[in-house]
């Protein structure tokens, strides 16, 4: 079954704006990571955050982890045109993925 | 960052025929690759998990023996989908772990996989 699952499933915005991506997930866990996947392309990695974390920055991107609610939201600010692709989450070594969203930034 | 590669970056064989799918840790070694395949539009699934020296972890209902896993290195790690089908079409994408404490994975550009 799937750990980490994204809402919504797609969001359009226009460049420049923020966009928030959620993701809950089912089991107890040690780490959550989020990635960008472009078109027909690999996953990148965009950031880790720990269980004993509840907010990380890097950049334009912005984590937070509730454990409590067995969630995490991932912001990205000031949208660009470049950040259009899928974002998925996915928790612990194992990584389980749900279907991601479909972030489509409009310029 | 860590990098890791795909070969081929895509490939097209008849029904019947395997297909070797490599996957290379480029700048690090990897004790553990990950095989995983997406279907368009829907997510990464986990296939098995690749262990260098030992034999791999196959998750519940993929075929081990239609999905031959090799990592005969640290930095190489060999997926072969034998006697290919149609519905074996899909990408295939490959991930190794950083051995550090962070159990980051870095994904390979993944290999897109036609079976006519």
């Known amino acids: 079954s799937q750990q980490g699952e994204e809402d919504p499933q797609a969001l359009s915005i226009q460049e420049g704006e923020n966009a928030t991506m959620n993701c809950s997930y089912k089991t107890s866990i040690n780490n959550l990571q989020w990635y960008r996947q472009n078109s027909g392309r690999g996953l990148v990695h965009l950031i880790l955050i720990r269980s004993n974390e509840r907010e990380k920055h890097s950049g334009r991107l912005r984590v937070t982890l509730d454990t409590s609610k067995k969630s995490s939201s991932l912001l990205i600010t000031a949208s660009r045109a470049a950040d259009t692709a899928s974002y998925f989450c996915?928790?612990?070594?194992?990584?389980?993925f749900g279907t991601g969203t479909r972030l489509t930034i409009i310029p | 960052g860590a990098v890791v590669s795909q070969h081929p970056s895509w490939v097209i064989c008849k029904s019947g025929t395997s297909v070797k799918i490599e996957c290379r840790s480029l700048?690090?070694?990897?004790?553990?690759m990950f095989w995983y395949r997406q279907f368009p539009k829907q997510s990464l699934m986990l296939m098995a998990t690749?262990?260098?020296?030992?034999?791999?972890?196959?998750e519940q209902g993929v075929e081990k023996d239609k999905f031959l896993i090799n990592h005969a290195s640290l930095t190489l790690s060999t997926l072969t989908v034998t006697s290919a089908h149609p519905e074996d079409s899909s990408f295939y994408i490959c991930s190794a772990r950083v051995p550090d404490s962070t159990d980051t994975q870095y994904f390979g550009p993944g290999t897109r996989l036609t079976v006519l």
């Open positions: 996915a928790t612990d070594e194992k990584l389980t």
């Open positions: 690749s262990n260098e020296g030992s034999k791999a972890t196959y």
């Open positions: 700048d690090f070694q990897a004790t553990t």
